[in-house]
Structure formats: structure tokens, C-alpha cells
């Protein structure tokens, strides 16, 4: 069984940073792509940031130069180091891999519980 665990989300003022750490565990063979999702109340769930195995990473526009990502591929983890918030950046965060538990199992989606991140004075 995989579990990814998601950690870091919390309350923050306008133009201050935090840091979102996942962690996958478990039978874990291969991981490609991960990433970070978050969904507003209301509203559907849309990506923030990916980054691919060897380090190449893609985000949203609304985040760019405010938001990073990054990974430890030794240690099955992703980060969201967010800097410069706005309450628009409120919601809660999923983290994503793109994860193959065993050598014969394709690789498929796996997401976390998710963190709430609110940005508010």
C-alpha cells in the first residue's frame, strides 16, 4: 500500500511564506512526475506546480516567482516552498505522483489527504 503524506499547510498573513513537504511511503518501485494540486472552496481542483524526475518543473502562471518546487528523489519527497502569498492562494493542497508500486504494476496517480493553506489577516 502507497500513502502519500502531506505535511506543512497552516495559517499565514498576506506576503508570508510556508513550506509543503509530501512524503510517499509504502511499496513504492518507481516515481516519475510529481506535483501539487489545490482546490478553493467552490471550485475545481487545478494544478500548481509539477516537477519530473530529473528536476524539470512547470507551474501556474499566478504562482510564478512566488511559488517553488522541488524533490529528494532518495527520499520520495516533494516540497512547495511558497513565498509572497495573497488569500487567493488559499485552499487545500494535494500533493500528486505519478508512482508504480511494483515493477509490473503501470504506474498510476496517487494523491494525498491534502493540507489546507489559508491566507488571511
Known amino acids: 500500500q502507497v500513502q502519500l503524506v502531506e505535511s506543512g499547510g497552516g495559517l499565514v498573513q498576506p506576503g508570508g511564506s510556508l513550506r509543503l513537504s509530501c512524503a510517499a511511503s509504502g511499496f513504492i518501485f518507481s516515481i516519475g512526475a510529481m506535483g501539487w494540486y489545490r482546490q478553493a472552496p467552490g471550485k475545481q481542483r487545478e494544478l500548481v506546480a509539477t516537477i519530473t524526475r530529473g528536476g524539470s518543473t512547470n507551474y501556474k502562471d499566478s504562482v510564478k516567482g512566488r511559488f517553488t518546487i522541488s524533490r529528494n528523489n532518495a527520499e520520495n519527497t516533494v516540497y512547495l516552498q511558497m513565498n509572497s502569498l495573497k488569500p487567493e492562494d488559499t485552499a487545500v493542497y494535494y500533493c500528486?505522483?505519478?508512482?508504480?508500486?511494483?515493477?509490473?504494476?503501470?504506474?498510476?496517480?496517487?494523491w494525498g489527504q491534502g493540507t489546507q493553506v489559508t491566507v488571511s489577516s
Open positions: 500528486n505522483a505519478d508512482l508504480a508500486p511494483t515493477l509490473y504494476t503501470p504506474s498510476y496517480a496517487h
